[in-house]
Each structure stands twice: as structure tokens, then as C-alpha cells.
């Protein structure tokens, strides 16, 4: 061990990084996404109006269609539109088999009239949501995959926090236009300047998955009944049988006020009804998770389903649940407004763009030396193509999948599955794309394509939606409008950048030698 | 979170000029030993004044956040601006002293 403690965290950062980098590339660009998770779906289903009505109106109509269309169920789950999800959905669950899960049914429901909606099929934000953690892979696989891929980010951090040893001199630098240079500087300069939100991101991803990575604390406290753990961290899911006698629900909508007046300033999310119609029915209303930033699950007030008296209110939460609760609720941002909503999502770019600069300083940084002979050995080349499918391919696959969710007829069997599929598909093309082409070519045209799809965006919806302009000029939905805006801004924004890759780099032939030997020194 | 925001930025500001580099780079010349210190200690005051203003305009726990998102946001604007548009970042500084107590008398 001849090698100082910081050249070897210098190899962890650049192996840990590399290994995983990609997969990491795609988990933080879609949950980045993911904070605009209803907005999206909110664009991707434009047959849902955006209207303002009372939560109470919309409770109505839900106890008033629930009762028409799911006579028998066990369960009735009620979530009341928001400002940023408009429509009301409800689903319920009919009583399963011994053992077996009872089947859901859930439905749109227009929250001024209560008719169903025939939105068209889609994943919508959704999709960006889960993908970010189950990366499409069958049931534990995925959130394995992506929980050891958060764990080697911690890792990446904390050895790349070492690494860079002049975090303080080095504070404020970003010298752009100098090659090899901006893009350290640039890795650094998102790394240093958004490394909080990076570290709680990160640290909060482990947390949210803790029972599953690490047992053992769960384990030895409870036993092998890990139903008692969850019980006492989710406790609205106990539920009293159902007695078997006929008795008639309660008017569901007095009790909203009822239970605002537990939580001051607080909003009702959701309304679970359990055993409606039956005489042991109870209701149990939930907080609204944007209320507060640490989230608490177990935010229930419950009541009698037939006689409609409170029966329960649930007790504030333990230091230590408190504590998981407010890293889920800083993951999550469910309590975010606009403006902080907009910043988790620029944190989350620059967490993005961090991965990605430097993804392209190790393979810069080698393809240096292999400069003057002109041969890119194999693994390097390995390196380039995933690079640009890992980045542009991805963001064309994002733009493909906007695209289909318009050009896709609204009859389509399997409608929504084939909107992932395209997904995938073109992100596989991608990848092929950047097999065949020489790496900046490559770049060039996959990242002008993605310019062009997504800056012509608001044209499509204008196009495929005749509305649009009605839609907020009159109705005032700002939000599809900033949707089509966003992703004209991000269009032009991916053609500035394949502008700058289709221009040749000018290599100042003098300096470049020593300023390789510094980068040498520094990089590694 | 706007008076934070207001802090936060032109404080970063003040801290990039009291290192010798960027003052050199911004306005030509090294600064004295006592305009550095100057620059600091008013640099870290404004930073504090920001995490005054988030807290007592939302409270601990939300407070705490949208600081830490105006440190990040400012900080991360000021570095991007500074090599582009210096003389637009000092200005940017300089309008976020002037509308501070405006926002200030607002919140």
C-alpha cells in the first residue's frame, strides 16, 4: 500500500462512478421527472378538466357514484382532486379469496358533474415515477437494482468530496470554453454548489428502503412479524371485519370539516371506507401528504361509517418515526410549492448533469492518451456508446414517449403499455445509433433529434388537441402551458448543445501538453 | 423564501470577493487586507440574515428547506453568471441588497 488514502478514494470515485454512472444517470433524470409527476399526467390525460371545486362537492358526487357502480366491495378509496391533480379518482376493492388479495377497479371521475371520464390509457408521470426505482424489472429485482445503485452514489459522494481536495479555493470556479477543464469544473461546480440536496437525496433513497436493505434493526425488535413493524409505521391499513349485517354508510361529507378541524390549516388527501354498507363500516380520513414536510402516514382521523361518530384520532408521531418521516418527505417534495417545486427540479438537473460530466471526463481523459495514434481500443468505445445512449438516448426516449402519447390512437389495445414501449424502443435505437456512428456524429444527430421533438412539442399538442389555447386562455390551465413551454425551453436548449458538439475543438496545440500533465495530476 | 433569496445571493457575492482570484478577475485589482475581512464577515452576516428570513417567514422545518434551496439556487446561478456575465452577477448582487428591505417590509 504504497498509495496515499486520497489517490485511493480517487479510484473508488472513478470506478463506482463509472460502473454505475449510467443506471444512476437514468434513475436521477426520471425522478427529476417524477416531481412533476402529476403535471405530466395531468398533460398526457388532456380529457381531464382542470376545474376548482370544493373538496366537499367532490366527495358527494364520489359516496353518490361509488354507491351506483361498487355495490359489495370491501373497500372504497377516495382521492380528492388537488391543484395539481384534477381529477377525482376512485377505486375500490372487492373481498378476495382466503389469502388472496381482493382485485381493484379504479375510475375517473369528473369532479363538477361525477360522470366517469374516458381519459385515454396512459402511465402518464407515473411511469418516470416508478421507473425511477423499479427500473421496469419484475417485482424486488428493480428496487434491489436501484437501491444498490444508491448506495454506490453515497459512495461516489463521499469518496469524490475527498477527491477534490480544494473544495473551498475552487468554490466559485466554472472556466467554461477551455476543453478537458470546464467539464472538471463543471462536474465540480454541481457537485460542491447542490451538494446538499445531492447528499439528502441520496442518504434519504437508502432510508425509504431501509426495511428492505437492512432488516436487522426491524428483525430483532420485532421478530419474524414484520406485519407489526409496518402496522405501527402505516397504521391506517388495520381494518375490523366485516360484521355481516346491512347497514346504511353515513353521509361521508359532513365529516371533512370534522376532520380539518384536527389538523389546523390541514387539507384532507384521501377517504378510505371500509366495509361500506355494512353495520362495522368505518371511515378513516387522511391527511394530505403536501401538508407538512415531514410526512406521516398514520395522519388519520377515524370514524363510525354508520353513525358517523369520531372514533379515533391518531396519535403525533414518535421522534424516531419522525425522523424517517422527514427524509420521505424531503425525497419525496410532496410539500413543495411552485417556486420549491421548480428548485427540486433544477437540483435534480444539476444532479443529472453531475453524473453526466462526469461520465464524459473519463472517457475524455482516456481518449487523450489514445489521441495520436488514432486507435479507440475496444473498451473505450464500449464507454462512448453507452455514454451517448445513457444521455441523448435517454432524452430521446423521454421526447418518444410525449410524442406517442399523441400520435397513439386513443382506441389502442394496451394503449398505455405501448406508450412504454416506445419508450424502450427508441432508447434501444439509441443505443444501436451510437453502436454504428462515430461518437460525435452520433452525438450530434441524436441530440438535434431530440431538440426537434421536444422544441415541437407545444405543436403537437396544438395539433392533436385543438384546444390548447382555449384550454388556458379561457380555463386558465396554466399547467399544460407550462408543460409545452418546459419542453420547448429544454428543446432549444439540447440544440444549443448539439450546435456546440457539431463545431470542431480548437486544441491550442502549445498548451494543451502542459495542461494535460496538470489534469494528469488532478483528475485521477 | 424571497427575502432569503435576496440574501443569500448578493452574501455569496461577498464572499466570492473577498477571495483574492475572483476580485482581481471582477474589478482589476487585489483588495486589501481589511476590505477582505470586510467582504467576509459581511458575506457570512447576509447568509445568516437569509436563514433569519426563511425561518421566521416559514417556520423550522419548511424554513430549513427553502434555505437550503436558496443557498443552492444562488450560489449555483452566481457560479454560472460569473464567467458569462460578471458584470450582470455583480449587478444582480447589487439590486438584491436595494430590494431586500422592500421585501423585507413585505413579509
Known sequence: ?524 | MLLALLLCYPGFAGLCLSMDRHHAELLGYKPTARRRSGLRIGGWLLLAGSLWAAIAAAGWGLGLVQWCAALMLSALSLVLLLPYQPRLALLAAGLGLLVSPLAALAQ
Open chain 1, 1 to 524: 500500500m504504497k498509495e496515499g488514502f486520497r489517490q485511493s478514494m480517487a479510484w473508488l470515485h472513478t470506478w463506482a462512478g463509472l460502473v454505475f454512472g449510467w443506471l444512476l444517470l437514468a434513475i436521477f433524470l426520471t425522478g427529476t421527472l417524477a416531481y412533476f409527476k402529476d403535471e405530466i399526467s395531468h398533460w398526457m390525460q388532456p380529457e381531464v378538466p382542470s376545474r376548482s371545486v370544493s373538496n366537499e362537492t367532490s366527495l358527494i358526487l364520489a359516496q353518490s357514484y361509488l354507491q351506483q357502480h361498487a355495490q359489495g366491495a370491501s373497500r372504497w378509496f377516495i382521492n380528492l382532486p388537488d391543484a395539481r391533480e384534477p381529477g377525482l379518482s376512485v377505486m375500490w376493492q372487492f373481498p378476495g379469496k382466503p389469502g388472496e388479495r381482493g382485485a381493484f377497479t379504479q375510475k375517473l371521475l369528473d369532479p363538477a358533474t361525477g360522470a366517469e371520464l374516458q381519459a385515454r390509457d396512459t402511465r402518464g408521470g407515473e411511469f418516470f415515477y416508478r421507473f425511477h426505482f423499479q427500473l421496469q424489472m419484475p417485482h424486488p429485482w428493480g428496487r434491489w437494482l436501484s437501491t444498490a445503485a444508491a448506495m454506490l452514489m453515497f459512495v461516489a459522494l463521499i469518496s469524490g468530496i475527498i477527491t477534490h481536495k480544494k473544495i473551498f479555493k475552487d468554490f466559485f470556479t466554472f472556466r467554461p470554453r477551455k476543453g478537458q477543464r470546464s467539464w472538471l469544473d463543471g462536474h465540480n461546480a454541481v457537485g460542491v454548489l447542490v451538494l446538499p440536496f445531492h447528499l439528502m437525496i441520496t442518504y434519504s433513497s437508502l432510508v425509504i428502503f431501509m426495511s428492505m436493505v437492512m432488516p436487522a434493526s426491524i428483525l430483532a425488535t420485532y421478530g419474524n412479524d414484520t406485519r407489526a413493524y409496518f402496522n405501527e409505521v402505516f397504521p391506517a391499513s388495520k381494518t375490523a371485519p366485516a360484521a355481516g349485517k346491512p347497514a346504511h354508510l353515513v353521509q361521508l361529507e359532513p365529516l371533512l370539516e370534522q376532520a380539518r378541524e384536527q389538523w389546523p390549516g390541514g387539507r384532507v388527501g384521501r377517504i378510505t371506507v371500509n366495509n361500506p354498507g355494512d353495520a362495522n363500516a368505518s371511515v378513516n380520513v387522511m391527511r394530505h401528504g403536501g401538508d407538512q414536510v415531514v410526512r406521516d402516514f398514520g395522519n388519520v382521523v377515524t370514524f363510525d361509517g354508520v353513525s358517523g361518530k369520531l372514533l379515533q384520532v391518531s396519535p403525533p408521531q414518535s421522534t424516531a418515526l419522525a425522523i424517517n418521516g422527514s427524509f420521505y418527505g424531503l425525497h419525496m417534495g410532496l410539500f413543495a410549492g411552485p417556486l420549491l417545486r421548480w428548485l427540486y427540479f433544477i437540483c435534480g438537473l444539476a444532479a443529472t448533469a453531475m453524473i453526466g460530466t462526469g461520465l464524459v471526463i473519463w472517457l475524455g481523459k482516456r481518449q487523450l492518451k489514445h489521441a495520436k495514434s488514432g486507435v479507440t481500443p475496444f473498451e473505450l468505445r464500449l464507454v462512448e456508446v453507452l455514454n451517448i445512449a445513457s444521455m441523448s438516448g435517454l432524452v430521446l426516449a423521454v421526447a418518444a414517449f410525449f410524442w406517442a402519447n399523441r400520435l397513439l390512437p386513443v382506441s389502442l389495445a394496451e394503449r398505455a403499455d405501448w406508450e412504454v414501449n416506445s419508450f424502450f424502443i427508441v432508447w434501444g435505437l439509441s443505443l444501436l445509433h451510437a453502436a454504428l456512428r462515430r461518437g460525435r456524429k452520433a452525438w450530434v444527430e441524436q441530440l438535434g433529434l431530440a431538440a426537434l421533438m421536444l422544441a415541437s412539442v407545444p405543436l403537437l399538442d396544438a395539433l392533436t388537441m385543438p384546444d390548447v389555447l382555449d384550454g388556458f386562455l379561457v380555463h386558465g390551465d396554466w399547467v399544460r402551458a407550462g408543460f409545452d413551454l418546459t419542453c420547448l425551453a429544454a428543446g432549444l436548449f439540447l440544440a444549443w448543445g448539439a450546435w456546440k458538439m457539431s463545431r470542431p475543438v480548437a486544441q491550442p496545440a502549445v498548451a494543451a501538453r502542459s495542461r494535460r500533465a496538470a489534469l494528469e495530476t488532478e483528475v485521477n
